[in-house]
């Protein structure tokens, strides 16, 4: 799988789904909903949040976790979808860099998971590169049909950002 090129597929899909959401009140980006994250603003952070962490395994398997407060993604830092579409849009070429720069996607790498609570639980995980990568794409893809979701119950028309819309190229026969 070329990760970048379905990344950059990923953001194309991304800035549609930013339009959509960019006209609407905070009380809307915030408004609750009874499945997914809960609220637009919940899954937006948690997308970008999650591409923070895996491009950092990728780029530094060995990285200590780091508290969640100290991340630069998060609901205490972008409060509104204009704090999160800048900061997003500030990591997308990083991102993108750390994806191209990695050529060793079989490698498998070993990190530690830290889940947060009263009874925190720390859980050693294995993967290859390859599929921190995949999972990455994928968590996106999942929460955005969320997002879309919650967006379409807000009256706003959000529809069709499937792969294709973005990769494939249509012609007349």
Do not use: C
């Not at 990344?7 to 009140?25: C, E, H, M, N």
């Not at 909903?33 to 895996?54: D, H, P, Q, S």
């Amino acid at each position: 799988m070329d990760f970048t090129h379905v990344y950059d597929v990923l953001t194309q899909a991304r800035q549609k789904l930013f339009g959509w959401i960019r006209p609407l009140s905070q009380e809307q980006y915030t408004q609750t909903f009874t499945f997914g994250l809960g609220t637009l603003r919940a899954t937006m952070i948690e997308l970008a949040e999650v591409e923070w962490v895996y491009t950092r395994r990728l780029q530094n398997p060995d990285a200590p976790p780091l508290p969640r407060d100290q991340w630069p993604i998060g609901v205490h830092r972008q409060p509104t979808f204009r704090d999160l579409e800048s900061a997003w849009t500030e990591q997308a070429p990083r991102t993108r860099a750390i994806l191209a720069g990695v050529k060793d996607w079989d490698t498998v790498v070993e990190y530690r998971r830290v889940r947060p609570g009263p009874a925190e639980k720390v859980t050693l995980v294995t993967a290859t590169k390859g599929d921190l990568a995949t999972q990455m794409l994928m968590h996106e893809v999942h929460h955005r049909a969320q997002a879309m979701a919650m967006l379409r119950q807000l009256g706003v028309a959000a529809q069709n950002l499937d792969y294709g819309a973005f990769a494939f190229r249509e012609r007349e026969a």
